[in-house]
């Protein structure tokens, strides 16, 4: 196979890991770590988390742009990307569980009102709230139905929650009823007692989880967010959980990250904080597709799982 020549644009911690597991799949790829590359000469392919702007542009032999993760906004953000170089993001299997766990957990949490309990231990009190409405009565909303939303509602089906989903596009998956577009969204957020945001953060969806959008879910819904900062209007979420209409929110992604210290939503006590970690890639699970693209690439065959930049996902 033709040598090639990736950079890998990350501060990730297992930099070294991702060179050796991509080397030994395939020993003609060879490595380059940002920030300190070596020479830039014939970089053809570069694998990205949040790659500084203009960056990509100084590659004039630039032919594929892979994304470290599932999102690529991280990408589009730069605006001097070069034009008509292919973007694809990973689709991991094993982040995609990741991220079915994380958003399920919180819906079981909340679903049995671990925090209430929480509370009750800590004061010594033995105290039963009224029953928790079984699985059926519970209107759980995923935003996104993609890779990762119809793997989550796979996985809360059984326990029989009311599931619907809300896209671009209608969709047709077993035991969630879809709602799509902009005249599907207040509809949807009205039976969704949990809103699970799963979608990209794209032009469309800056913001959409905003003043009107929490005041159409019903009255104590829960939001969890594990999808991008920027979906949410911070101030927005704050005054929702402060008046009560919404109760509590699950939040895995920030618009700036890390989140600072000075935020309101690190004292809030109806908020819950994770540090960005509800999927992480895994280069043991992750490594393999890369280096099939770029077998693809070298070869001219179709790429896997390219991004559609005028939608931006
Ligand atoms: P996909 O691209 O597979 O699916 C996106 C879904 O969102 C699709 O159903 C799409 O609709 C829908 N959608 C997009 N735009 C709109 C819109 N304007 N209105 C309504 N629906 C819309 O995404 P994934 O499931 O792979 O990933 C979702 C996001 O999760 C990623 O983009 C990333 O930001 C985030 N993520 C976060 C991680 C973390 O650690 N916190 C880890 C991994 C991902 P349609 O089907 O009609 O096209
Ligand atoms: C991703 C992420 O997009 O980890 O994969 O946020």
């Not at 993609?146 to 671009?168: H, V």
């Not at 207040?186 to 699970?196: H, Q, Y």
């Not at 969806?205 to 209007?233: D, M, Q, S």
Request: glycine share 8%.
């Amino acid at each position: 196979m033709t040598p090639i020549r990736l950079l890998f644009v990350s501060n990730s911690d297992s930099k070294s890991a991702w060179k050796r597991r991509l080397e030994a799949l395939d020993p003609s790829i060879e490595v380059r770590l940002w920030p300190d590359p070596g020479s830039l000469d014939g970089i053809e392919a570069a694998l990205v988390w949040k790659p500084p702007a203009g960056l990509l542009a100084t590659l004039p032999r630039l032919r594929l742009v892979l994304s470290l993760g599932m999102g690529v906004d991280h990408v589009f953000a730069d605006p001097a990307l070069p034009k008509g170089v292919p973007v694809v993001r990973l689709v991991d299997p094993d982040l995609v569980n990741r991220m079915s766990e994380y958003c399920a957990l919180a819906v079981l949490r909340y679903h049995r009102n671990a925090d209430a309990y929480d509370a009750f231990q800590r004061a010594r009190q033995w105290k039963a709230l009224p029953n928790e409405p079984a699985g059926a009565s519970r209107g759980v909303g995923i935003l996104g139905l993609g890779e990762i939303g119809r793997d989550l509602a796979a996985k809360l089906a059984p326990f029989g929650f009311r599931l619907a989903g809300w896209s671009r596009t209608p969709k047709l998956v077993p035991g969630v009823e879809s709602y799509h577009g902009a005249e599907g969204f207040k509809p949807f957020l009205a039976r969704s007692e949990i809103a699970v945001c799963l979608l990209p953060l794209t032009p469309e969806t800056e913001g959409i989880l905003n003043a009107a959008a929490f005041a159409a879910l019903p009255k104590g819904a829960i939001v969890v967010n594990a999808a991008r900062g920027g979906h949410v209007v911070d101030a927005d979420l704050l005054a929702a959980l402060d008046s009560g209409h919404v109760a509590a929110a699950q939040l895995d992604v920030f618009r700036q990250e890390p989140l600072p210290p000075e935020h309101p939503f690190w004292a809030h006590p109806k908020v819950r904080i994770t540090p960005h970690n509800a999927g992480l890639t895994n280069p043991e699970t992750a490594a393999a597709q890369i280096v099939e693209n770029l077998r693809r690439l070298r070869a001219g065959e179709r790429l896997l799982n390219v991004v559609d930049p005028a939608r931006g996902y």
